[in-house]
């Protein structure tokens, strides 16, 4: 007997597509789980897509039946600007890639990290104090992204011109939005060709091609390397073979580190300052930590394992606000998934949003509840359960990176800002790539009084 569909979930009457899941997915896949299960299918355009929150799902799609799926068009869509980078490349060529980034993550490596990521965040906080001085509102997003990305270029590539800074960002923001564009609107790619949009990005890819070429060659030259994550690429090499990457790879890797290491800290960045503001008892905790594990002082390496209640806020915060708030795969070959037939080519979908809000594992999904996260009630739930940074073998290799980051970076601009949220403010999700606050969120930041009193004493 064949194996039965899964269960299909389609619009009223005359549509295939629910226009529910059109005007806002986030809330379908969210109201369809409660309603249907955990595990349904929508037709979208001529795609089969399975979307689920099933934990065995989850298990069997990313880790043990792994090999038998791919990414989606996205990724294809990517590859054509980032290259075959550890995002977008497959099979024997991501295991090997994956083989050679790693270590450069490790954790050992971090506090090497640390140093530069402390610098660069200070600088930000200096600048930032100087913006927000004349009182104007600011839009916070744009000030995560802006700090965020010159962590991630920093740690790659030691020093950059702010030119070649502008550049690169603006090649990856168009490459991304590009991207996700020809995904959803397949049909366009003759007019992005006509209309010059196309060409645009292909001309930031020659000014970023020309621009890393040149870095990489120095760097093989040079006898004194700075101490960064392309010197550790450069210097990476097989375990049995003993080679290294090409130039074309180290090209290809740089640029996806920084594509995927950026957006997503700062909309967590984002989203968090944005729950601190709206639960004044939560920011009055987190502020008290800082205060006695710190004491007014940038935190140091050391410190961050005593910022507890810093990381839970952190981790609720992912949980309500996932920046990868969904990820999917194909199947390449048919498959067999709780006893449903999932044909080869299809998709299935994970909703890292809906998940993280089964009242099953979070009781009261919607509350902000830093507490939920505190290192004894670990043990509550499945650990797939919560998955901001996916699972399996192609989970965020940035993850250590990224935690150390949103960690620092709230302490500092917590010890040093109170940030107040302009009124009036409609705060949408908007799931792109990357879920972020889909018009900005503004807020207007004064200096904290506890450092008012910090400078006050420091100059008595
Ligand atoms: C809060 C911040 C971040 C979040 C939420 C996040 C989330 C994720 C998720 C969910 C995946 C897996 C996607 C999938 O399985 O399809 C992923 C992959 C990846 N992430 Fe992150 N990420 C973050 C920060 C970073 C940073 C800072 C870096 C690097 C500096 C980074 C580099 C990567 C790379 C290279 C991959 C692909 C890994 C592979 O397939 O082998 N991410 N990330």
Redesign the pocket.
């Known amino acids: 007997m064949p194996l039965p569909k899964v269960p299909f979930r389609r619009g009223s009457r005359f549509q295939v597509i629910p226009r529910a899941f059109i005007r806002d997915p986030l809330d379908f896949v969210v109201r369809e789980t409660l309603r249907s299960g955990d595990l349904f299918r929508i037709r979208l355009f001529h795609r089969t897509i399975h979307i689920s929150t099933n934990l065995d799902v989850i298990r069997h799609v990313?880790q043990a039946n792994h090999r038998n799926y791919k990414?989606g068009p996205l990724f294809r869509h990517l590859s054509l600007f980032l290259g075959q980078?550890?995002?977008t490349?497959e099979g024997d060529l991501?295991r090997r890639?994956?083989q050679l980034?790693q270590p450069a993550?490790y954790k050992s490596q971090l506090p090497g990290l640390f140093g530069t990521m402390t610098e660069t965040a200070l600088r930000f906080c200096d600048g930032l104090q100087a913006r927000a001085a004349s009182g104007v509102p600011l839009d916070i997003t744009r000030e995560m992204m802006q700090v965020?990305a010159d962590i991630?270029l920093h740690?790659?590539f030691s020093t950059t011109m702010e030119k070649d800074r502008e550049e690169i960002y603006q090649y990856v923001m168009e490459a991304q939005d590009y991207s996700m564009y020809m995904t959803t609107h397949p049909w366009m790619a003759p007019v992005m060709h006509l209309n010059g949009r196309r060409r645009r990005i292909e001309e930031r890819r020659a000014y970023f091609d020309e621009w890393i070429y040149r870095i990489i060659e120095e760097r093989r030259r040079s006898a004194d390397r700075p101490d960064d994550?392309l010197t550790m690429l450069v210097e990476a090499q097989d375990a049995e073979s003993g080679q290294g990457m090409s130039n074309q790879q180290l090209r290809d890797?740089a640029i996806?580190?920084?594509a995927?290491?950026?957006e997503?800290?700062a909309?967590?960045l984002s989203w968090t300052l944005l729950l601190l503001a709206r639960h004044p008892e939560v920011r009055k905790k987190l502020v008290a930590e800082l205060s006695s594990v710190l004491g007014g002082r940038p935190p140091s390496w050391d410190d961050l394992p005593r910022l507890v209640y810093t990381r839970q806020v952190m981790e609720e915060s992912?949980r309500l606000f996932?920046?990868?708030h969904a990820?999917?795969?194909i199947a390449i070959a048919d498959d067999e998934i709780l006893g449903y037939r999932i044909p080869g080519g299809s998709s299935v979908f994970f909703s890292?949003y809906a998940l993280h809000r089964n009242p099953e594992f979070w009781p009261d999904p919607e509350r902000f509840d830093p507490e939920r996260f505190a290192p004894d009630r670990e043990k509550e739930r499945p650990k797939l359960a919560y998955?901001?940074?996916?699972?399996?073998?192609?989970?965020?290799?940035?993850?250590h990176?990224?935690?150390v980051?949103?960690q620092l970076l709230l302490a500092l601009l917590l010890q040093r800002f109170e940030f107040e949220l302009v009124p009036g403010q409609e705060i949408v999700p908007q799931p792109l790539v990357?879920l972020k606050p889909r018009d900005g969120i503004l807020m207007k930041i004064n200096r904290s009084h506890a450092d008012h009193n910090s400078s006050l004493k420091n100059t008595l």
Do not use: D, Y
């Open positions: 990313l990414k980078g550890l995002l490349s991501w890639q994956r980034v993550f965020t991630v740690a790659l994550l890797e996806t580190l920084f995927a290491g950026h997503t800290s909309n967590a992912m996932p920046p990868a990820f999917g795969r890292v998955m901001p940074f996916g699972a399996g073998p192609r989970m965020c290799i940035g993850n990176f990224a935690q980051e949103i990357t």
